[in-house]
């Protein structure tokens, strides 16, 4: 921080870094509010620290160092930072995976968290502080999402994750999936009904009105349209929801899983007609996102619009200002 604030001392470390011709870059400080800012200072640091060295003996920085008492720093420290930050570089990666602005639903907290799990696991050739870091980090770690009901909404969602969907420890998870889908396919069943219901009586209340123009037939279609009509219901009786279910399931299951640099949402989208009742599951559970940075932004850019040099601005236009920032930037 001394070394941060002191204008001599940005100087002299400038010197430095042009003479060990490492990159001209500003050290940087811890703040605690901000997600990584200990992992990129210490990043920073070790990157920088043949200069930091070199500008701490130089003689117009040793007045002043000497009078502020600052402790000098040795290479023991400088091996814990090397080992904090080949430690901490999986936690990095894995907040920039939940808190992305594109596609960080929560299909993917499970498989980071145990891949969490796997990289803190205590090895043999650990130092001692490698090894207590592991265990107070894992023990913090270890505490977040044991609700039964997160829990499962979370393994259903890691599920329909066509990215992860062979990282689940529970196979009976696709039971539960099973049941939800009869259950929400019987229930739309219903409600279609009641809608055709609705409709009728809609139809009869509008009577009067003149009736609107249906498209006209083929003459291919008029000649064979019975046979069509029967084939239709014959098709839908004969395939009941549970085996329509079962059968997108294990087709589902034995396609092999997407790569990481695809988009699950998009790949849904398109194969909405191989998985009709999957697809509408997936995505129930996928548009929940892994964390709320992405929201959070948006509370920022509402800040930086909605001003003062435009507080006259109407909420609609404010609203669509908002909107093309997030999406179309």
């Not at 060990?20 to 200072?41: A, E, F, G, K």
């Not at 979370?154 to 998870?173: G, N, S």
């Not at 009709?276 to 996102?289: D, E, I, R």
């Not at 850019?301 to 920032?325: Q, V, Y």
Request: proline fraction near 4%; charged fraction near 30%.
């Amino acid at each position: 921080m001394w070394m941060k604030r002191c204008s001599m001392a940005k100087v002299v470390l400038a010197e430095k870094q042009q003479l060990l011709q490492l990159p001209r870059h500003s050290l940087i400080l811890d703040v605690r509010t901000r997600w990584n800012s200990l992992y990129l200072m210490l990043e920073r640091f070790t990157e920088q620290y043949p200069a930091i060295q070199a500008a701490s003996l130089d003689q117009r920085l040793r007045k002043n160092m000497d009078r502020d008492r600052l402790a000098r720093l040795t290479e023991e420290d400088f091996r814990k930072a090397e080992d904090f930050l080949n430690l901490m570089k999986v936690f990095y990666t894995s907040t920039l995976c939940v808190s992305s602005e594109k596609s960080p639903t929560c299909g993917q907290i499970l498989p980071i968290l145990k891949k969490l799990e796997a990289h803190l696991a205590v090895k043999e050739g650990d130092t001692v502080f490698v090894s207590n870091l592991k265990k107070q980090v894992w023990a913090n770690l270890s505490k977040r999402y044991q609700n039964d009901e997160i829990r499962n909404f979370l393994q259903v969602a890691t599920a329909l994750d066509p990215r992860f969907k062979h990282k689940l420890d529970d196979d009976t998870i696709w039971d539960q999936i099973q049941r939800n889908l009869i259950e929400q396919s019987t229930e739309e069943d219903g409600g279609a009904d009641g809608d055709t219901m609705q409709s009728e009586n809609e139809d009869e209340q509008e009577s009067q009105q003149p009736p609107c123009k249906l498209p006209r037939k083929t003459p291919l279609e008029e000649l064979f349209a019975e046979e069509e009509a029967q084939n239709i219901v014959s098709q839908q009786s004969s395939t009941s929801i549970k085996k329509r279910v079962e059968r997108e399931l294990q087709i589902y299951q034995e396609v092999p899983p997407v790569l990481m640099s695809e988009d699950h949402a998009a790949w849904w989208w398109n194969q909405q007609n191989t998985y009709p009742l999957l697809s509408n599951l997936a995505f129930s559970y996928l548009c929940v996102q892994a964390s709320s940075t992405p929201s959070e932004r948006v509370f920022s850019t509402a800040g930086d619009t909605i001003c003062s040099e435009r507080s006259r601005i109407l909420p609609e236009k404010a609203d669509i200002i908002i909107f093309l920032n997030k999406n179309c930037f």
